[in-house]
């Protein structure tokens, strides 16, 4: 599809994507050259990073040094087996994960090289864990500090740990569940929130 710009909606892999350079390409699915993605171009989309092998459904137009992606329509992640990203996450879980509440969540810290950091529920005080390979199953390459996003959450063996991870836009689809812990004097209703929050 083009439009009266000159413009192509495409629909490519992502070859590579360096959130530090600040740019990746794309392959382009109808043949010919790659397609340039800029850091600027997925920010606008809601992210700051994505995984290689991701889907990519973008305007694409032609420039002097090439094409170059300027807005995504959508994300797919990275193809999988199927199987868990990790083992404390059950197939159980990944055949249910769109019935579990998407939660809006800021990231606290997040280092790639180490492969987990942690996030924050708005509202919700303990720390999220967030594994790298559950990071590339959801079809990111990195996060950012202080970095908004959606997930969603289960109770594993350690606390709390993060199923999926959307960009921030999805994460307010849930806006109308309670995002606030109700404070009880014995601390059960802090206890059922974070059953609620872990379903």
């Given amino acids: 599809m083009t439009d009266e710009k000159g413009m192509t909606l495409v629909t490519g892999q992502v070859k ?3 959130p530090a350079k600040g740019y990746g390409f794309i392959l382009n699915s109808e043949g010919g050259p790659d397609i340039l993605l800029h850091a600027n171009v997925l920010r606008n989309f809601g ?11 973008a305007w694409v137009q032609p420039t002097a040094r090439g094409l170059q992606a300027t807005e995504v ?4 992640p990275p193809e999988t087996d199927g199987s868990p990203p990790i083992a404390d996450l059950d197939s159980a879980v990944i055949e249910q994960l769109d ?11 997040f280092d790639k090289g180490k492969g987990f950091g942690f996030a924050n529920i708005f509202g919700h005080p303990d720390d999220v864990f967030i594994h790298v390979e559950v990071l590339r199953h959801s ?8 970095e908004a996003i959606g997930i969603r959450v289960v ?10 991870i959307t960009s921030w836009d999805r994460g307010g689809e849930d806006a109308d569940l309670a995002l606030t812990p109700p404070t009880g004097e014995d601390g059960d209703d802090q206890d059922e929130f974070l059953a609620h929050v872990a379903e």
């Fill in 16 to 18: 590579w994507f360096d």
């Fill in 47 to 57: 992210r700051s990073s994505i995984a290689d092998q991701s889907r990519v459904t």
């Fill in 73 to 76: 329509i959508e994300v797919e």
């Fill in 99 to 109: 019935s579990l509440p998407l939660r809006p969540a800021r990231v606290k810290w």
């Fill in 139 to 146: 079809g990111f390459s990195d996060l950012a500090i202080g």
């Fill in 155 to 164: 109770e594993g063996p350690r606390g709390l740990m993060a199923a999926q």
